[in-house]
């Protein structure tokens, strides 16, 4: 991958953009086999899928990486809410709710 300042036209710059954005889903698609392993796991240990103190802990984990990589910890904190709460969704379906 380039670095932004590297690309020097539009066109440079969305080939990266994409590029990230394919290693992105990539790695959407790779944390969700660790939920799915989750939701295999979870009943041998007594666990619901939602877990509400872990959820806090992801939560609080993403936002302090936010911060120090210069990011806007809000926006973050909203998104890893959304992928937390799929993911339990996904969980459900095997544990039920």
Aim: glycine share 4%; charged share 35%; aromatic share 4%.
């Amino acid at each position: 991958m380039k670095a932004p300042s590297d690309c020097h036209s539009m066109t440079e710059l969305r080939a990266e953009i994409d590029a990230l954005d394919a290693q992105i889903v990539a790695l959407f698609k790779r944390r969700s086999g660790y939920i799915d392993r989750a939701a295999e796991l979870k009943p041998a240990e007594g666990l619901p899928a939602r877990i509400d103190a872990r959820v806090e802990e992801v939560v609080a984990k993403v936002r302090a990486r936010a911060e120090a990589e210069g990011l806007d910890p809000a926006l973050i904190e909203s998104l890893w809410r959304q992928l937390i709460d799929w993911s339990i969704a996904r969980e459900e379906k095997v544990l039920g709710a």
